[in-house]
């Protein structure tokens, strides 16, 4: 149920929260995790989910630190509302990392609908909706930025309708960008895909 992608654990913002938990020799904001197994025999640990809370635990990770936990037994459907609920205080997620988790809860039958998912997160049907579409849109489109995360919400609806109406155009110039070293700025990359409009 891991929610992030791996360029959240890169950059100033992960930098700071690494930093912050340096300072202070632990994660001072605990993580919370529910266990997966229980042990079978003598010497066998018991092995943990990570509920929310990655960011910490990475930090916590790459420092050598022990991870400050609230242990707590979740069904999957109670783990995606805390996971959601939690990362909304926190660092956001991208539209992009919030379509790819509310697709995998749709997917895995934690809820019948987008209707049903947004209820049980407190979050407008829409912005679920577009969230997931920004998700299903093909990699060779989402290869065009430097990463998946620049996308915005407010693009969608253009990207898709230039993928409909013209693909060969949006694809090509998709290839050109995705294949150069040093991409341009997110929204000049909007632009260029939706240039057919």
Known sequence: WANRHPDAFVGKAFGDLKAEIADAGRNVQPIKVRPLSA????GEAIR???????????ACLELGLPVLV????????????????ENRGRENLSAWEQGRMYLHALEEGLFSSNIKLAAAIGRDPSDVG??????????ELTGAFTSPL???????????????EHPDAV????????ARGVKPEPAEVFRSLTACL
């Open 150 to 164: 620049q996308i915005q919400f407010q693009w969608v609806t253009d990207l898709e309708r230039a993928l409909r």
């Open 48 to 58: 943990y989910e990570v509920v929310y809370g990655h960011r910490r635990h990475r």
């Open 70 to 85: 609230v242990v707590e037994d979740l069904d999957d459907a109670q783990l995606f509302v805390e996971m959601e609920r």
């Open 171 to 178: 694809l090509a110039a998709a290839r050109v960008l995705g």
């Open 130 to 139: 577009k969230a997931t579409r920004i998700a299903k849109l093909p990699q």
């Open 39 to 42: 042990p079978r025999g003598e």
